[in-house]
């Protein structure tokens, strides 16, 4: 059976927090459209349909933009769901009146809704015009007191069933005679293992051979030294999500960048694997 096709409808308030919903779905990956018909949304899902799996994620944003065809959307939205091909998520954001009123006062927009002669009537009229989609929706997000981390961390949880899967971390082993990484964020000196460049039979060996990490790991003060440096990752790896981190980097070094780090990272890379984390490993220095 081929993979369905994920669709995922985001909703709601005027100043709730659609467009950057949107973006966030962008940096998973979604192909997103904005503001499409919905009498039309059909005619392009079905065109995403014979892309032969090359589009498989859909944001489409439906809104008060599209009044004159509101009622279409509930049974759109219910069509799409009987449709054994797509799975389908519908996010309805909203957020108290207060918080609204001062969004728009402070940025100066202009509310879609032309009735009503205060943001408060026009608020309103739009709460009761979406009433019926609100109903209809899987998730309801009331963004009133929160941040752009903390709706990344909502929506990443909805659409990908964890707050990890957004974030790449990149573990790469340098040797500190060629500099260091530019794009580092994290950045660890190894130097205190003993150098197995000076073992005989080790020196031509890389650390990505086990003989280089038996070497490495013979040492009382490296397991003590891996056992730390993962906790502190595992501590710091959350909060850097919470704060809408997508890429994170984290630099080993050694002299040359071909034993110690080397060993390192891979060690470190596949504890961070096996915690459920997106993890790439680079040896910038290996072949020099």
């Known amino acids: 059976m081929d993979e369905k096709i994920n669709i995922v409808i985001i909703t709601g308030f005027s100043g709730a927090g659609k467009t950057k919903a949107i973006g966030i779905l962008e940096d998973l990956g979604y192909f997103c459209v904005d503001n499409l018909p919905p009498n039309l949304i059909e005619d392009f899902i079905e065109l995403v349909t014979k892309t032969g799996g090359r589009i498989n994620k859909i944001g489409i944003v439906l809104d008060i933009r599209s009044r004159e065809f509101l009622e279409d959307i509930p049974p759109m939205i219910d069509k799409l769901r009987r449709d054994k091909r797509f799975s389908v998520k519908v996010i309805f954001l909203e957020a ?16 879609p809704v032309e009735e009503g002669t205060s943001l408060q009537e026009k608020i309103e009229i739009e709460s009761n015009l979406l009433a019926e989609i609100r109903s209809s929706a899987d998730f309801i997000i009331d963004t009133t007191n929160f941040a752009l981390k903390d709706l990344k961390a909502r929506i990443m949880s909805i659409v990908l069933g964890s707050t990890t899967g957004n974030l790449e971390i990149l573990v790469e082993s340098f040797g500190y005679k060629y500099g260091l990484p530019l794009q580092a964020d994290i950045v660890m000196d190894v130097r205190f293992i003993p150098n197995p460049f000076y073992v005989k039979g080790l020196g031509e060996e890389t650390g990505k051979s086990e003989s280089i990490k038996k070497y490495v790991l013979s040492f009382e003060e490296t397991r003590i030294f891996l056992n730390k440096f993962e906790s ?16 994170l980097t984290i630099a080993l070094g050694c002299t040359g960048g071909k034993h110690r780090s080397v060993a390192i990272g891979e ?17 910038r220095d290996i072949d020099k």
């Open 267 to 283: 060690i470190l890379a596949d504890f961070l694997k096996n915690k459920g984390y997106s993890v790439k490993i680079q040896h």
């Open 96 to 111: 108290n009146t207060e918080t609204l009123v001062k969004r728009f006062s402070e940025t100066r927009r202009k509310h």
């Open 232 to 247: 502190l990752l595992l501590f710091l790896i959350p909060k850097y999500i919470n704060e809408g981190k997508s890429y």
